[in-house]
């Protein structure tokens, strides 16, 4: 099974700022199948970053996705309200495993 | 426009088995080469994937739980149901059913408690 770990656990920024977000795996991820969720309290997870670096339909140019192999990141170049949730990257190459989360929250 | 409900039992009794049914509306489990999932979220916890359906009804299972599990599915209803058995505390979270190998439709979650 492929451990995906994401760091920070927490991320304290304000808004309009950059946030960068990791997401590394045990081994290797097949075809650089990791997607990235954006979830907010009492909603299901949303998809904003599949194959590692596309972005999902409807998701903003301020989200983007980037890395292969083992190592992978999410950026958002600047903060938005409605940006502070938590953030969870799946790997979906090898049956399928996420990362324990990255809380972004407001400074 | 996809959309899955998920329904069933907001309270099992320990050692008993979860029933979990997702209707999916704006698509068919029995084409476009889907997979059909269920995945849960213990309270104030992360995801872990329970296991897939494919369209040709195939399946997969999460390792730590597949001697419990069973993804089954009924075409004529447009649905997909998850059985889990032997149920705990450790069970209880919200489950979510989403389509695809990356998740691009989900349910709303319904949560599931494992209490006597």
């Known amino acids: 099974e492929i451990v995906l770990t994401q760091s920070p656990g927490t991320l304290s920024l304000s808004p309009g700022e950059r946030a960068t977000l990791s997401c590394r795996a045990s081994q290797s991820v097949s075809g650089n199948y990791l997607a990235w969720y954006q979830q907010k309290p009492g909603q299901a997870p949303r998809l904003l970053i599949y194959g590692a670096s596309s972005r999902a339909t409807g998701i903003p140019d301020n989200f983007s996705g980037s890395g292969s192999g083992t190592d992978f990141t999410l950026t958002i170049s600047r903060l938005e309200p409605e940006d502070f949730a938590v953030y969870y990257c799946q790997q979906y190459g090898s049956s399928s495993t996420f990362g324990q989360g990255t809380k972004v929250e407001i400074k | 426009q996809v959309q899955l409900q998920e329904s069933g039992p907001g309270l099992v009794k320990p050692s008993e088995t979860l029933s979990l049914t997702c209707s999916v509306s704006?698509?068919?489990?029995?084409?476009?080469?889907?997979?059909w999932n269920w995945i849960r979220q213990p309270p104030g916890k992360g995801l872990e994937w329970i296991g897939y359906i494919y369209y040709s009804g195939d399946t997969k299972y999460n390792p730590s739980l597949k001697s419990r599990v069973t993804i089954s599915v009924d075409k004529s209803k447009n649905q997909f149901s998850l059985r889990l058995s032997s149920v705990t505390a450790a069970d209880t979270a919200v489950y979510y059913c989403?389509?695809?190998?990356?998740?691009?439709?989900w349910g709303q979650g319904t949560l599931v408690t494992v209490s006597s």
């Open positions: 989403a389509r695809g190998r990356r998740y691009d439709y």
């Open positions: 704006g698509g068919s489990v029995n084409s476009g080469s889907y997979h």
